[in-house]
């Protein structure tokens, strides 16, 4: 299983960001993936999650109504569509993988100890 993030980079307060997460080794309808972001001195949060068996979204509050999650089966890849990026989303963030022994049954979760696979992160700067 690999996990390859990209799309990060440096945006203005208010602007949008696309982060992208490739896939590869398993198939997503038995996995959840689901992003997480760590900002400096802090722990790592998370943010969304994504229940590929029946598309389901799970979002962490702080983000809701900003964030969209999505995947493209076709290309193995699930994105991160971040609207009105605020200074506070400021951090590096991960995808992260686990795999469901009964996915249907899966209700979702953004706890990190619950994820099996990581990627290596992507940086996302918001400047206010």
């Known amino acids: 299983v690999q996990l390859v993030e990209s799309g990060g980079g440096l945006v203005q307060a208010g602007g949008s960001l696309t982060l992208s997460c490739a896939a590869s080794g398993f198939t997503f309808a038995d996995y959840a993936i689901a992003w997480f972001r760590q900002a400096p001195g802090k722990e790592r949060e998370g943010v969304s999650c994504?229940?590929?068996?029946?598309?389901?979204?799970y979002y962490a509050d702080s983000v809701k109504g900003r964030f969209t999650i999505s995947s493209d089966n076709a290309k193995n890849t699930v994105y991160l569509r971040m609207d009105s990026l605020k200074p506070e989303d400021t951090a590096v963030y991960y995808c992260?993988?686990?795999?469901?022994?009964?996915?249907?049954?899966?209700?979702?979760?953004?706890?990190?100890?619950?994820?099996?696979?990581w990627g290596q992160g992507t940086q996302v700067t918001v400047s206010s």
């Open positions: 994504f229940v590929g068996a029946y598309s389901g979204t």
């Open positions: 992260a993988a686990k795999f469901l022994v009964r996915p249907t049954w899966f209700t979702g979760s953004l706890s990190e100890a619950v994820y099996d696979y």
